[in-house]
């Protein structure tokens, strides 16, 4: 089976595997995962585009130690892809998490959405959740259309994590509960990405970005508890938290993954920019860009 089109498999909460064989014959397994700079007033990212929420104060190696992110939720129409037909595959994943964010970061809960285009221009698209340093696993119970509302949430309380995404259009939903050891609660995020491809042997490389178009996250907001205050709810611009914009242009060097991942000549020259936020912060959007390039 073509990589554009994989299923991943998983095994039982605590042995998590995923496989699937591209068109080399190769094994691989998708991830969605990453990890970057923070604290700084705009980001530039070879494969995320969006917003992600720190603890004030944060830098670029320190999460601040203050703030501790329990819950991210956003809603979305899934966006019809446009595929290509030149024999390029291609992907979009559209999720929700915490943690991952950090330079020092190792870990990241989240679940989401994607849209994989085959080298022959076919769109597949399906619901996934990830628990990295484990693999992606697709969610085979929902099925995922273009125009149908999703509505994915992460919520963490201490070393419980509950993951949930609805198709709200179909009326459908996945929930599932899974306990990590250390969970990675410095940071909560909403994003659109290129996916990578990994064989058995840990080699990855990054997909392509598919056109998506666009995304709206609307219904956006985390919770968090913060040192002095409690437990505090808000949007990407609440003033208890510092949020950093994301820019997705291919191949510059600040990848959000495991160190085994870089960009390379593959991935193309599309990408992505998150607008400005509605005014109240509960919505976003993501746009697709053909060519991109780093924007101050």
């Known amino acids: 089976m073509k990589w554009g ?9 605590g042995s998590v595997v995923a496989a699937a064989t591209i068109s080399s014959g190769s094994a ?3 991830t969605f995962h990453g990890t970057a700079a923070v ?3 705009n980001e530039v990212s070879t494969n995320w585009s969006g917003y992600v929420a720190t603890g004030l104060g944060s830098t670029a190696n320190t999460a601040s130690p203050s703030t501790v992110f329990k819950n991210a939720t956003a809603t979305w129409r899934q966006p019809a ?11 979009s994943a559209i999720w929700v998490g915490l943690g991952g964010y950090s330079t020092t970061s190792t870990a990241l809960e989240q679940t989401g959405t994607s849209a994989d285009c085959s080298a022959s221009g076919k769109p597949t698209y399906f619901a996934w959740y990830e628990l990295v ?6 969610i085979k119970s929902i099925t995922i259309l273009p125009g149908d509302l999703i509505t994915a949430s992460v919520v963490v309380n201490g070393t419980d994590v509950l993951m949930q995404i609805k198709n709200r259009t179909r009326k459908t939903a996945f929930t599932k509960r899974v306990t990590l050891a250390s969970p990675d609660l410095t940071s909560a995020e909403w994003i659109a990405e290129a996916p990578s491809e990994c064989t058995a042997n840990g080699f990855c490389r990054q997909v392509p970005l598919a056109n998506f178009n666009s995304v709206t996250f609307n219904r956006v907001a985390a919770l968090a508890t913060i040192n002095g205050l409690g437990n505090q709810g808000g949007t990407i611009t609440s003033p208890l938290w510092q949020t950093t914009p994301i820019q997705l242009v291919p191949r510059t060097k600040r990848f959000f993954g495991d160190v085994v991942e870089r960009p390379d000549a593959t991935t193309g020259t599309a990408g992505a920019t998150p607008l400005a936020p509605s005014a109240d912060g509960r919505s ?5 860009v053909a060519n991109a390039t780093a924007t101050g």
């Open 39 to 41: 604290g700084v007033t």
């Open 284 to 288: 976003f959007t993501v746009e697709w």
């Open 81 to 91: 892809a446009v595929c290509s037909t030149t024999n390029t595959a291609s992907a």
């Open 133 to 138: 340093p484990e693999p992606s696993i697709t």
């Open 28 to 30: 691989a397994t998708r």
């Open 5 to 13: 089109l994989l299923v991943l498999a998983g095994a039982a909460v």
